[in-house]
């Protein structure tokens, strides 16, 4: 069963397309990383992974059921999002923000129960962040405000979750740990779509990449055939020779 299937997929904003003729599969179990240039359309295919944002052409379905066949709730239960950057309007404890991982899973009107407490934790214990429980997630800082968003995906207990650049601004350390839980997760049979501004860790990481360029052109294919000096220095508008050095770096 594919947790997501896309066949053409154009995305865009306002009737305008970034990029086309994308499909890609994600089955349990599997990576797939998403590489492209600044500005490219790499979070705008995320949002429309997610139906966030709508399809410009092409389809979109999650568990083998159409997008436009899924509630919102529906849809949450299918796939979790890890964003670029934490919205958090109020300074609520790490315990509550990982708690709205829930919100799908309530019926209307219903709070929280002992069940969604309980994933709650777990998921603050997955990610080694259950010291932080009382901590204002106005308080974290990056390294830590990553777990937490990863920790309120896991308590979404969707079996697929995209990741917008989630190694984004972490020091050596903490990007170490992040790749090592991601990896775990997979292990565990979670499907994962991963945005990256690093081709090392989709060396690292990937069983399948998409790749899309400044024109919108897309690649797909597993990691020995896209992640070489040929592709990815087309791709960064970089000599291959210097591609091959910043490869030869990377682990
Ligand atoms: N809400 C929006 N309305 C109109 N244009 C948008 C909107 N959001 C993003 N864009 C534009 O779409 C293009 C792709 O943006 P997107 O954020 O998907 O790129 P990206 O590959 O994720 O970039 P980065 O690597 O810098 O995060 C950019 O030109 C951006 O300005």
Redesign the pocket.
Known sequence: MELIAARGLAV???GRP?ARDISLSLRAGETLCLL??????????LRTLLGLIPALGGSVSLGGTPMGELSRAARARRLAYVP?AMTAPFADPVRAFVLQGRTAHLGLFAGPGPADRAAAEAALAQMGIAHLAETPVTRLSGGQRQMVLIARALAQAAPAILL??PAASLDFGNRERLLARLEALARQGLGLVI?T?EPGHAVRLADRVLT?DASGRVASGPPGALLTAEHLGALYDLPPETMARALAGQG
């Not at 492209?36 to 979070?43: E, I, L, M, V, W």
């Open positions: 865009g904003h306002r970034l492209g240039p600044n500005g490219a359309g790499k979070t705008t295919i670029q917008d650049e945005s501004h899309v």
